[in-house]
């Protein structure tokens, strides 16, 4: 069984930077596409943040672009989310997300998520 997670969220004043952090564990043969996606207060709603394939190739969601960076460890079967210039429409729950191929097939695999606030 796959699992995912999540660390380094918290409480950040607006204008702030944080670093988010998801290491998948578990038997696997390979995760073609890791990365992040957010969940605001009071929505049902899962937002693309980003995605980062095995070889590098990156998908941001269009509110964060040129202000958040997603990077992967292939070696440790980790992905980051670097986030800077943080406003208060940030503030959601973060959720990691995996496709993980296994001998079973392709997996779609979520974290439990990490809070993260932007507040003053």
């Known amino acids: 069984q796959v699992q995912l997670v999540e660390s380094g969220g918290g409480l950040v004043q607006p204008g702030g930077s944080l670093r988010l952090s998801c290491a998948a564990s578990?038997?696997?043969?390979?995760?073609?596409?890791m990365g992040w996606y957010r969940q605001a207060p009071g929505s049902s709603k899962r937002e693309l943040v980003a995605l980062i394939g095995r070889r590098g190739s990156t998908e941001y969601g269009d509110s964060v672009k040129g202000r958040f960076t997603v990077s992967r460890d292939n070696d440790k079967n980790t992905v980051a989310l670097q986030m800077s210039s943080l406003n208060n429409e940030d503030t959601a729950v973060y959720l990691c997300?995996?496709?993980?191929?296994?001998?079973?097939?392709?997996?779609?695999?979520w974290g439990r998520g990490t809070q993260v606030t932007v507040s003053s």
């Open positions: 997300n995996a496709l993980v191929m296994t001998i079973g097939g392709t997996e779609n695999i």
């Open positions: 578990g038997s696997f043969n390979s995760i073609p596409s």
